[in-house]
Nanobody
């Protein structure tokens, strides 16, 4: 079973930046598609971005041009660089993983992290 642990969340002013990290257990990390989701209070979980095992990336329209997903297979870690943050980006951000990238983009993932809070003040 894969264990995912997010870190890097915090409080930032609008227009600022944060970088989230998701550390994964397992020796087959490079074969998994990885993704990020977020959930604001009172709202449904929302897809943010995903990256396939081969490096292909997918982004929600709301974050295109501002967020960048990347992975370092040697460190078993996926990153989410968030720039030009807006108050509407405030949410708990969750890391997710699955062997099938479509499962990640659709939210039907085998593995989930515990989440990290991102708060953007206006």
């Amino acid at each position: 079973q894969v264990r995912l642990v997010e870190s890097g969340g915090g409080l930032v002013q609008a227009g600022g930046s944060l970088r989230l990290s998701c550390a994964a257990s397992g020796r087959t990390f490079s074969t998994y598609a990885m993704g990020w989701f977020r959930q604001a209070p009172g709202k449904e979980r929302e897809f943010v971005t995903a990256i396939s095992w081969s490096g292909g990336t997918y982004y929600a329209d709301s974050v295109k041009g501002r967020f960048t997903i990347s992975r370092d297979n040697a460190k078993y870690t996926v990153y989410l660089q968030m720039n030009s943050l807006k108050p509407e980006d405030t949410a708990v951000y969750y890391c997710a993983a699955d062997r099938v990238v479509r499962a990640v983009t659709s939210g039907l993932c085998d593995y989930w992290g515990q989440g990290t809070q991102v708060t953007v003040s206006s």
